[in-house]
């Protein structure tokens, strides 16, 4: 992957760090947003804490947005943000990366889904139809995190539930959930 990466100019990856990646097209219910975020904690954490022990992570995000789909517009330009800004800083260097692979094809995916360690697939519960790239990870031995929705619950249904990193809410959870759910909660009550 890394070789290729260099060799048809897009960004490069360290080979040596966790590949931890999520690949989709770029959509709200998908949550890339959600997951960016969780690299803006890490990115914190080590900032406060320079001797916090992280193994060395590059988070590979790739996806395509609907040319009329202003906020996965604007979630692409965040994820590059993001990556430009750890780039930057001298005091994470060699500890996490961000990289956003776009145009994401069948070309590309021969070699990142391969040398993908970690694969997110944390869509919202009842939202996606099956979403079957998760096998093509699972199937070249990516560990999977993700929710219950999609082909994560038939995954987990073949080759047990232990053999996936599985959270969240269900299908019906989330259903029931939407006359009291309110994610600016989280913003207010959640410094971090």
């Given at each position: 992957?890394?070789?290729?990466?260099?060799?048809?100019?897009?960004?490069?990856?360290?080979?040596?760090?966790?590949?931890?990646?999520?690949?989709?097209?770029?959509?709200?219910?998908?949550?890339?947003?959600?997951?960016?975020?969780?690299?803006?904690?890490?990115?914190?954490?080590l900032r406060e804490n320079p001797r916090l022990?992280?193994?060395?992570?590059?988070?590979?995000?790739?996806?395509?947005?609907?040319?009329?789909?202003?906020?996965?517009?604007?979630?692409?330009?965040?994820?590059?943000?993001i990556a430009a800004a750890i780039d930057r800083?001298?005091?994470?260097?060699?500890?996490?990366?961000?990289?956003?692979?776009?145009?994401?094809?069948?070309?590309?995916?021969?070699?990142?889904?391969?040398?993908?360690?970690?694969?997110?697939?944390?869509?919202?519960?009842?939202?996606?139809?099956?979403?079957?790239?998760?096998m093509k990870f699972m199937m070249n031995g990516?560990?999977?995190?993700?929710?219950?929705?999609?082909?994560?619950?038939?995954?987990?249904?073949?080759?047990?539930?232990?053999?996936?990193?599985?959270?969240?809410?269900?299908?019906?959870?989330?259903?029931?959930?939407?006359?009291?759910?309110?994610?600016?909660?989280?913003?207010?009550?959640?410094?971090?």
């Amino acid at each position: 992957l890394a070789g290729w990466l260099r060799a048809t100019g897009r960004p490069s990856v360290d080979p040596d760090t966790i590949i931890d990646c999520q690949v989709k097209r770029i959509h709200e219910y998908k949550r890339q947003l959600l997951n960016a975020l969780r690299v803006v904690v890490l990115y914190n954490r080590l900032r406060e804490n320079p001797r916090l022990d992280a193994i060395p992570r590059t988070f590979v995000f790739a996806g395509k947005a609907a040319p009329a789909y202003q906020l996965a517009k604007l979630i692409i330009k965040f994820v590059n943000d993001i990556a430009a800004a750890i780039d930057r800083d001298p005091a994470v260097h060699g500890r996490i990366r961000v990289v956003f692979l776009p145009e994401y094809c069948v070309s590309l995916a021969e070699r990142l889904i391969p040398a993908s360690d970690v694969s997110n697939q944390i869509s919202t519960a009842g939202f996606e139809a099956s979403g079957t790239s998760n096998m093509k990870f699972m199937m070249n031995g990516a560990l999977t995190i993700g929710t219950r929705d999609g082909a994560n619950i038939e995954m987990a249904r073949e080759a047990g539930e232990e053999n996936l990193f599985l959270f969240g809410m269900t299908a019906a959870e989330v259903e029931q959930s939407r006359p009291w759910y309110n994610p600016q909660w989280h913003y207010e009550a959640e410094a971090e």
